[in-house]
């Protein structure tokens, strides 16, 4: 596959509070020309599946925190390379979904430099474990996610992004969530601090306790992260067709791996 390499045409400055640690931080992202890479400290790590270090309820890159909004930005706006600074090691919430991150983006612009050959994917990549299932074979860019609660409410959730083209709006606005449920183990253990109301869906027993964007939010936020995880692989999401069932972030960091090295 070749396809062409883009990066910013000029720095974006963002600031907010860190999703999970509520920590102000500052981001900056600079144009690159060495894929991406997220620096905090002096310190570059790449954007890829073997420097993830915790995939508890985000993905962590070396020491840096939920990096899976703005990769599924970067994935949507097919930029290649670019360079993230933080002042603090955790990619600040913002509104809970990747919107904000492809909004700055757009506003900026873009630079082509260069082309990259990459080998087709000749075999399918396929995970199942547990109930979970990542399906990835050559294609031209659908995406689908399920999700499912079980007997619990909403059940089951579907969404299909059918061309990257629809991924601003169909998937990007899509905010983060939560079981209704699992608010106190959450607070107890100091997570989504960066989060409000306005910021995270919270899922009722029979129905949404706030106003959501899309009523399947829920699913088209998990297809952004899918999309996000899978994006360190550095394959276009436009050159794959990629199916989910029930995956989390540890799934899918494992399947942008199988995925990586199904290329090398």
Do not use: C
Not at 64 to 92: K, R
Not at 154 to 182: C, G, K
Not at 230 to 243: C, E, H, N, Q, T
Not at 253 to 259: I, K
């Amino acid at each position: 596959m070749q396809f062409q390499r883009k990066t910013l045409r000029t720095e974006v400055n963002l600031a907010g509070r860190g999703l999970h640690s509520g920590v102000p931080t500052q981001l900056r992202i600079r144009p690159g020309s060495d894929g991406i890479g997220f620096w905090y400290g002096g310190e570059r790590t790449a954007a890829k599946p073997e420097n993830v270090t915790d995939t508890t309820r985000s993905t962590k890159l070396g020491q840096i925190g939920t990096i899976e909004h703005l990769m599924s930005a970067f994935a949507g706006m097919e930029v290649t390379d670019a360079e993230v600074e933080l002042t603090y090691p955790e990619l600040p919430g913002m509104d809970g979904s990747a919107l904000p991150f492809v909004e700055a983006l757009l506003e900026v612009g873009f630079e082509d430099i260069g082309e990259k050959e990459m080998p087709d994917l000749f075999r399918r990549v396929f995970l199942q474990e547990d109930g979970i299932k990542i399906a990835i074979s050559k294609g031209d860019g659908f995406w689908r996610y399920e999700y499912n609660t079980g007997d619990r409410w909403p059940n089951v959730q579907s969404f299909e992004l059918q061309s990257p083209i629809d991924y601003l709006a169909q998937v990007a606005p899509a905010r983060t969530f939560a079981l209704m449920e699992e608010i106190p183990y959450l607070i107890q253990n100091g997570l989504g601090q960066g989060l409000d109301e306005d910021s995270a869906v919270i899922l009722g027993e029979v129905g949404y306790k706030n106003d959501v964007r899309f009523e399947d939010e829920p699913a088209r936020h998990k297809l952004l992260d899918f999309i996000g995880d899978m994006y360190l692989s550095g394959v276009p999401i436009r050159f794959l067709d990629a199916v989910s069932e029930k995956s989390g972030h540890r799934a899918n960091v494992h399947a942008a791996s199988l995925l990586a090295k199904s290329l090398e």
